[in-house]
């Protein structure tokens, strides 16, 4: 069974731009969780989807948005960038809702913002 | 490899020696514990989990205890190996079903 693939691995971005980045999720589950992962501040929760619904959220601004499709791939868009978004995007599939099922992550979008 | 905390603890064990990395959870209200492993370069990779409702659970060398009266998790892994080199982060989620993770904490092992 394949794991959970993240596209693109790295992207470099510039101030003010936006970006989206892709998930696909091992198949057959159907929940994707997006997280956030820099030195200072750690791995933080942005969102969950299930079904094509956002399920739970974390506390970031509303320049991260995310959508899944019926396929339960899953984008998430960042909006004018700010440097202080450089980190790494990891996303995690699972079978069921919720964080009581077994997480399987990807191994991330390095973004660098300039 | 990435780069997952420049100031994270480091905890250096001894090849063949036990490891015990602590946790200290923040909300009381948190019942689903998870312990994630990290290696360079990848994302976080499940070990083991524990409920609320218990205090002790064992894994394949490894071990998480619970303590909810001092909200304090630790993984114990038995017989450490090269392989067991990496982050190694604890997370809690309560009823909400979001999910918080530590800061994490390097496990260096020694030849």
């Known amino acids: 069974k394949a794991g959970v693939t993240q596209t693109p691995r790295y992207l470099i971005k510039t101030r003010g731009q936006q970006v989206t980045l892709s998930c696909s999720p091992i198949?057959?589950?159907?929940?994707v969780s997006w997280y956030q992962q820099t030195p200072g501040q750690g791995l933080q929760f942005l969102f969950e989807?299930?079904?094509?619904?956002?399920?739970n959220k974390g506390n970031f601004p509303g320049r991260f948005s995310g959508r899944q499709f019926s396929n339960s791939r899953s984008e998430m868009n960042v909006s004018t960038l700010e440097l202080g978004d450089s980190a790494l995007y990891l996303c995690?599939?699972?079978?069921?809702?919720?964080?009581?099922?077994?997480?399987?992550f990807g191994p991330g979008t390095r973004l660098t913002v300039t | 490899g990435e780069s997952v905390g420049l100031h994270l603890p480091t905890l250096s064990v001894q090849e063949g020696d036990n490891s015990i990395i602590n946790c200290a959870y923040s909300?009381?209200?948190?019942?689903?514990f998870i312990w994630y492993k990290q290696e360079s370069g990848k994302g976080p990779q499940f070990i083991i989990d524990?409920?609320?409702?218990?205090d002790k659970r064992q894994g394949q060398r490894v071990t998480v205890l619970l303590n909810k009266t001092v909200k304090h998790l630790s993984l114990q892994i038995a017989a450490t190996q090269p392989g067991d080199s990496a982050v190694y982060f604890c997370?809690?989620?309560?009823?909400?079903?979001?999910?918080?993770f530590g800061k994490g904490t390097r496990l260096h092992i020694l030849p």
């Open positions: 995690a599939s699972s079978g069921g809702a919720g964080h009581s099922y077994e997480q399987y």
């Open positions: 198949s057959g589950h159907r929940s």
């Open positions: 989807y299930f079904s094509e619904t956002q399920r």
């Open positions: 909300n009381s209200a948190s019942d689903y």
């Open positions: 524990i409920r609320s409702n218990m």
């Open positions: 997370a809690e989620s309560d009823r909400d079903d979001k999910i918080i």
